[in-house]
């Protein structure tokens, strides 16, 4: 499938939904988080579906799950994946994405994107889970690497060749989340640049970039909240993604301690600066 969204969009979020509708701002594209939709919030006479019909007519949009839980051992679950076509049928997403993660077991949710072992038993679940998915919706997904705060011993990849197999063996894409990779390298002790090096740049879509916070004082350990402003550190692995792997579009992510729009605008606008430059470079290249 070839993307039609272009520069960098926003999450959107239903604090939003008034002031895109009256002032029809200049990002590009929108995120939809589905989970918050796949109930009857949905139907033609709710709030929701009247507001977002109205950004609809003026901006694509992406739909990003959390709830597939695609590393469980119990397989997908078909009533959150009919739930979600009815979504898809609304808005006509031009992504569907989720976590490489897993959150479900023994009819109980976590609630979390719990991390999985890099191992070949996770990796033959993860892809067919993949596989059925696809199948069910009828259409390709991407999934996202995860932040994580605990680590396996008897992980047999590094992350970024796990990415990479489950890729290569599903057909999914990879939706690549940059910040993720900055609090992983900080949580598991690890140069960042590692990943964007070894990472299949074919694979990837489009990108993430979010803010997180520091859990520990001694800044060694990092929580992914989406809730801050992007530091420095991640802005320049933004900008080492776009010299390794080359432009493709971003996402800023906003979850927590939402701002007024046109301060989280200021920051996604950074971003569509940084993305500009590197799609200027390669057609300097060519």
């Given at each position: 499938m070839q993307s039609k969204i272009k520069g960098a969009g926003l999450g959107l979020r239903s604090q939003y939904f008034n002031y895109i509708v009256k002032n029809k701002p200049s990002a590009p594209w929108f995120e939809i988080l589905s989970d918050n939709y796949l109930g009857n919030n949905v139907s033609k006479d709710s709030i929701f579906y009247n507001n977002l019909s109205k950004i609809l007519e003026n901006y694509p949009v992406t739909l990003h799950c959390v709830g597939m839980s695609l590393g469980s051992a119990k397989g997908i679950d078909k009533a959150y994946l009919t739930k979600l076509n009815k979504l898809i049928e609304f808005t006509k997403p031009l992504y569907i994405s989720d976590h490489v993660s897993w959150g479900n077991i023994g009819g109980f949710n976590s609630h979390e994107l719990l991390p999985l072992p890099y191992t070949d038993e996770s990796l033959d679940i993860l892809v067919k889970n993949i596989k059925d998915t696809q199948?069910?919706?009828?259409?390709?997904?991407?999934?996202?690497?995860?932040?994580?705060?605990?680590?396996?011993?008897?992980?047999?990849?590094?992350?970024?060749?796990?990415?990479?197999?489950?890729?290569?063996?599903?057909?999914?894409?990879?939706?690549?989340?940059?910040?993720?990779?900055?609090?992983?390298?900080?949580?598991?002790?690890?140069?960042?640049?590692?990943?964007?090096?070894?990472?299949?740049?074919?694979?990837?879509?489009?990108?993430?970039?979010?803010?997180?916070?520091?859990?520990?004082?001694?800044?060694?350990?990092?929580?992914?909240?989406?809730?801050?402003?992007?530091?420095?550190?991640?802005?320049?692995?933004?900008?080492?993604?776009?010299?390794?792997?080359?432009?493709?579009?971003?996402?800023?992510?906003?979850?927590?301690?939402?701002?007024?729009?046109?301060?989280?605008?200021?920051?996604?606008?950074?971003?569509?600066?940084?993305?500009?430059?590197?799609?200027?470079?390669?057609?300097?290249?060519?």
């Open positions: 199948n069910f919706l009828g259409r390709k997904i991407l999934v996202e690497n995860v932040s994580s705060y605990i680590s396996y011993k008897f992980s047999k990849y590094k992350e970024w060749d796990f990415l990479n197999k489950v890729a290569d063996l599903s057909g999914c894409g990879i939706l690549l989340d940059i910040n993720n990779i900055y609090v992983n390298s900080v949580n598991h002790k690890f140069n960042p640049h590692d990943f964007l090096n070894n990472i299949n740049k074919h694979h990837i879509e489009y990108y993430h970039l979010a803010g997180h916070e520091v859990y520990s004082e001694d800044q060694n350990y990092l929580i992914d909240t989406h809730g801050e402003d992007i530091i420095e550190p991640v802005w320049e692995l933004l900008i080492a993604a776009t010299n390794r792997i080359g432009y493709k579009p971003c996402l800023l992510e906003r979850d927590n301690n939402i701002p007024d729009f046109n301060l989280l605008d200021q920051e996604r606008k950074k971003i569509e600066f940084i993305l500009t430059a590197a799609k200027n470079k390669e057609k300097d290249l060519v």
